[in-house]
């Protein structure tokens, strides 16, 4: 369409998101019954029950504009962190809040800084919204805080960190994170990520800390998700804890009905069940028991994970076929080539009897190399 209305020439930097393959693409793909989908790092209880029944009782309301504000969800979710009302902001889902933020403080011509692989978001919204990506290795895993500090100009405007870190699940103690903010300039943001913070001790992370304390910085944005822990990733629920300040900033970019009236309702239900909350972080750590002591027994190689997920590298084999074999028999993994790491999948912690199904088809393509 040569003719036709031109785009915007940060387009032409973004290349298309590929999802990972779903169920359903699967079940119809091979004929088969049933699906194991450990590809997305979702949380394999399904909502709490009691968000579930929220959920439906507000569906009688959907004739309703929801509350831009969501007081009661800002109400709940205050109380349970022990943080002021005002330092929280919700987004739909925390995709949402990275482009939020990339609206609020990334000028155009500035650089960001990241380190890869990780989330792909912070590239894509840096990106859209005109900026320079400078993309540093990850150290072991997790971000390269010192070469971070290293790499900042007078022209960085933020410096994204993803702790844990999606694809590896590497994290950078609170110490680290401290000192990496004592030494950044107050004029450059800090987005640290923490959609899996809260797994953090289930995978046995002790030195992880979601650094709540901190949060009267003025360049400092914490972003937390209500689609990990509690299982709402349908929902589309993230939100920003950060000072007053910033928090009136990420409002002035906010769409005012961004959440969803039946998303905010199940979110306060979903605060509201601390059993749910505890089944959930005990699967984390059975499972990443189960599946570690599995992967050691066969040699395989497991990165340090303080998330609801592995990275792994079979010591046979490839990580291509491993997964395309298991998707075949309906068991799907995320092979992380997309992530430039193609000698790796990542597995979701499922199930007790997901987890099971995966070690046996996984043992069985493992004696065939
Ligand atoms: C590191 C990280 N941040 C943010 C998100 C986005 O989560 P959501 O938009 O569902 O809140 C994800 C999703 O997988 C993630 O891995």
């Known amino acids: 369409m040569p003719n036709g209305p031109k785009t915007r020439p940060e387009l032409s930097l973004l290349g298309d998101y590929v999802p990972g393959k779903s169920i359903d693409e699967v079940r119809e793909k091979y004929g088969l019954d049933s699906v194991v989908k450990l590809a997305s790092n979702e949380n394999p209880l399904g909502p709490s029950p009691k968000a579930?029944?929220?959920?439906?009782?507000?569906?009688?309301?959907?004739?309703?504009?929801?509350?831009?504000?969501?007081?009661?969800?800002?109400?709940?979710?205050?109380?349970?962190?022990?943080?002021?009302?005002?330092?929280?902001v919700f987004s739909n889902g925390s995709d949402e809040m990275v482009q939020m933020v990339a609206e609020a403080w990334i000028a155009p011509g500035s650089e960001v800084l990241i380190c890869e692989p990780t989330f792909s978001e912070y590239r894509f919204a840096a990106q859209l919204a005109g900026a320079e990506v400078r993309a540093l290795p990850l150290k072991e895993g997790r971000f390269d805080l010192e070469a971070l500090l290293g790499a900042v100009t007078e022209h960085t405007s933020a410096v994204f960190v993803c702790c844990p870190n999606n694809p590896t699940g590497g994290w950078n103690s609170r110490a680290e994170l401290l000192a990496f903010l004592d030494a950044l300039p107050e004029r450059v943001l800090l987005v640290l990520d923490q959609a899996y913070g809260e797994f953090a001790p289930a995978a046995g992370a002790s030195d992880y800390d979601g650094l709540l304390d901190q949060t009267d910085r003025p360049n400092l944005v914490l972003l937390r998700t209500f689609s990990k822990i509690h299982a709402l990733a349908g929902l589309r629920i993230g939100y920003a804890i950060a000072s007053p300040e910033l928090v009136r900033a990420l409002y002035k970019?906010?769409?005012?009905?961004?959440?969803?009236?039946?998303?905010?309702?199940?979110?306060?239900?979903?605060?509201?069940?601390?059993?749910?909350?505890?089944?959930?972080?005990?699967?984390?750590?059975?499972?990443?028991?189960?599946?570690?002591?599995?992967?050691?027994?066969?040699?395989?190689?497991?990165?340090?994970?303080?998330?609801?997920?592995l990275a792994v590298k079979p010591s046979c084999g490839s990580a291509k076929e491993l997964v395309a074999e298991l998707e075949s028999q309906g068991l799907i993994l995320r092979w992380m080539a997309s992530f430039g790491m193609p000698d790796f999948f990542r597995i979701t912690i499922g199930t007790k009897a997901e987890n099971a199904r995966f070690v046996e088809l996984a043992d069985a393509w493992r004696r065939k190399q």
């Not at 509350?67 to 005002?86: D, E």
């Not at 005990?282 to 497991?302: C, D, N, P, Q």
């Open 52 to 88: 579930v029944e929220a959920a439906v009782r507000a569906l009688s309301d959907a004739h309703r504009y929801p509350q831009g504000n969501a007081p009661s969800l800002t109400a709940a979710l205050a109380a349970k962190l022990g943080v002021a009302p005002g330092k929280l």
């Open 253 to 309: 970019v906010k769409q005012p009905f961004n959440v969803g009236l039946v998303s905010q309702a199940a979110a306060v239900a979903a605060l509201g069940d601390d059993g749910h909350m505890e089944r959930s972080l005990r699967l984390v750590s059975e499972g990443m028991e189960f599946l570690r002591g599995t992967f050691a027994s066969w040699g395989w190689t497991v990165l340090p994970s303080a998330a609801n997920f």
